[in-house]
């Protein structure tokens, strides 16, 4: 029971960055389900912009080593990548 606790606490704690994710990630998908394959480089911006941003923000306020600088940018892209099947799903979900 303890186990599952820790775990349970380890997931909300990514929560946040998830949902500040999704935002850019919404816009992005929402530009490309909406203009075709010709916005696919502004979809892209979208989508670099809140990758990088965030983990740069996130990095800025830590002094950390560089493992830990791996491992928060490993778990971003983890987040990242949450929030873009999120914000595919409810773009390809709400616009059909």
Same mark, same amino acid.
């Given at each position: 029971? =303890?186990?599952?606790?820790?775990? +349970?606490?380890?997931?909300? *704690?990514?929560?946040?960055?998830?949902?500040?994710?999704?935002?850019?990630?919404?816009?992005?998908?929402?530009?490309? %389900?909406? %203009?075709?394959? #010709?916005? *696919?480089? %502004? #979809?892209?911006?979208?989508?670099?912009?809140?990758?990088?941003?965030?983990?740069?923000?996130? +990095?800025?306020? *830590?002094?950390?080593?560089?493992?830990?600088? $791996?491992?928060?940018?490993?778990?971003? +892209?983890?987040?990242?990548?949450?929030? @873009? $099947? @999120? #914000?595919?799903?409810?773009?390809? *979900?709400?616009? =059909?």
């Amino acid at each position: 029971m =303890d186990t599952l606790l820790v775990i +349970l606490v380890e997931v909300l *704690r990514l929560v946040p960055l998830i949902m500040v994710f999704y935002i850019p990630s919404l816009f992005g998908m929402a530009t490309l %389900k909406e %203009k075709g394959e #010709a916005y *696919r480089v %502004k #979809a892209g911006l979208w989508f670099g912009i809140a990758l990088v941003g965030v983990i740069t923000v996130e +990095l800025v306020f *830590r002094s950390i080593s560089a493992v830990q600088v $791996a491992a928060t940018v490993g778990t971003s +892209l983890l987040q990242f990548a949450v929030a @873009l $099947a @999120l #914000a595919a799903f409810t773009v390809y *979900r709400l616009a =059909d």
